[in-house]
T-cell receptor, first 113, second 113 residues
Framework: GESVGLHLPTLSVQEGDNSIINCAYS??????FIWYKQESGKGPQFIID?????DKRQGQRVTVLLNKTVKHLSLQIAATQPGDSAVYFC????????????FGEGTQLTVNP | DSGVTQTPKHLITATGQRVTLRCSPR?????VYWYQQSLDQGLQFLIH???????AKGNILERFSAQQFPDLHSELNLSSLELGDSALYFC????????????FGPGTRLLVL
């Protein structure tokens, strides 16, 4: 079936560097995407979302880019901090008669001091 | 803190038993979702309830059932438990149930021995 997937399972960066986490999706009908951060032992935490009528959305230190042509999402984290270390998931919101999120496999981000 | 609460935090039980997981959504949210997170399957959607009615179903086993009560809290019932049911179970809520952010609770860690 169609699913959302992440390209890299792990990413290691130096504190202060910018991080880029990528995600590919395969459902061309998808029109809403969310990035979540999950720390060990906790539930997924909302970071930022984007609708398909947008190419880019910025938050505090985070930017999400959407390329519908190649069905690709990315999450950019500026000036990465040790507290950003976590697993990051992209999720695709699929709407039928109800709503569901399809998650990618996740990327483990490690920030080295 | 997302505002979604889940109890219990941890649950240890034996194969063949039945357990009930409880979720209280954020104040004002009408939709509740259940997800399962295991090492081999990742985060998987189970079911979506909106204002007491089932709206969408994922790959939820027949041994599992859920309901949403008039006060909007939800319960996930897992019966005839198997070793493979050991996982983290998350509840999420959203305002209505369309293309909108789902906020996740801290999860219930289930261990089946």
């Amino acid at each position: 079936g169609e699913s959302v997937g992440l390209h890299l399972p792990t990413l290691s960066v130096q504190e202060g560097d910018n991080s880029i986490i990528n995600c590919a999706y395969s459902n061309s009908a998808s029109d809403y995407f969310i990035w979540y951060k999950q720390e060990s032992g906790k539930g997924p935490q909302f970071i930022i979302d984007i609708r398909s009528n947008m190419d880019k959305r910025q938050g505090q230190r985070v930017t999400v880019l959407l390329n519908k042509t190649v069905k690709h999402l990315s999450l950019q984290i500026a000036a990465t901090q040790p507290g950003d270390s976590a697993v990051y998931f992209c999720a695709e919101n699929i709407w039928t008669s109800g709503s569901r999120l399809t998650f990618g496999e996740g990327t483990q981000l490690t920030v080295n001091p | 803190d997302s505002g979604v609460t889940q109890t219990p935090k941890h649950l240890i039980t034996a194969t063949g038993q039945r357990v009930t997981l409880r979720c209280s959504p954020r104040s004002g949210d009408l939709s509740v979702y259940w997800y399962q997170q295991s090492l081999d399957q990742g985060l998987q959607f189970l079911i979506h309830y909106y204002n007491g009615e089932e709206r969408a179903k994922g790959n939820i086993l027949e041994r599992f059932s859920a309901q949403q009560f008039p006060d909007l809290h939800s319960e996930l019932n897992l019966s005839s438990l198997e070793l493979g049911d050991s996982a983290l179970y998350f509840c999420a809520s959203s305002a209505r149930g369309g293309r909108e952010t789902q906020y996740f609770g801290p999860g219930t860690r289930l261990l089946v021995l």
